[in-house]
């Protein structure tokens, strides 16, 4: 085959499966599948797959933002505002208050191993 071919038949498959958005790389128990969905659409694009950080965001697997130092409520406000800085921009044309409580619900479980050794 000739190479003007190949990249006839490479480019389409190669910019399709770039579109297919991020998918989660760890399973979690059934009750927190909608947050890990609600997450990856709406968080994971900046955060990563499994909300340990990306050039664009940091991780949230880290005791900074554990419920203990970024209430729940801080959360929710967070994502529909967006950062106090401005770093991050609101959220809110793009979940409803149940996938805010979802993202919540699964990042609080996907936190529960933070210790001070690996956060």
């Not at 994971?44 to 940091?58: F, I, R, S, V």
């Amino acid at each position: 085959m000739n190479k003007k071919l190949i990249i006839k038949l490479i480019l389409p498959i190669a910019i399709l499966a770039s579109g297919c958005g991020i998918e989660p790389q760890k399973v979690v128990p059934e009750p927190y599948i909608l947050g890990q969905a609600s997450f990856h659409k709406v968080c994971a694009n900046c955060h990563g797959a499994d909300a340990m950080g990306t050039n664009k965001a940091p991780g949230l697997i880290h005791s900074k933002y554990s419920e203990v130092n970024f209430s729940n409520k801080k959360v929710a406000k967070t994502i529909m505002n967006g950062s106090s800085s401005g770093a991050m921009p609101a959220q809110k044309n793009k979940v409803t208050q149940e996938d805010i409580k979802q993202i919540i619900k699964y990042l609080r479980y996907a936190q529960k191993d933070i210790t001070p050794e690996n956060s």
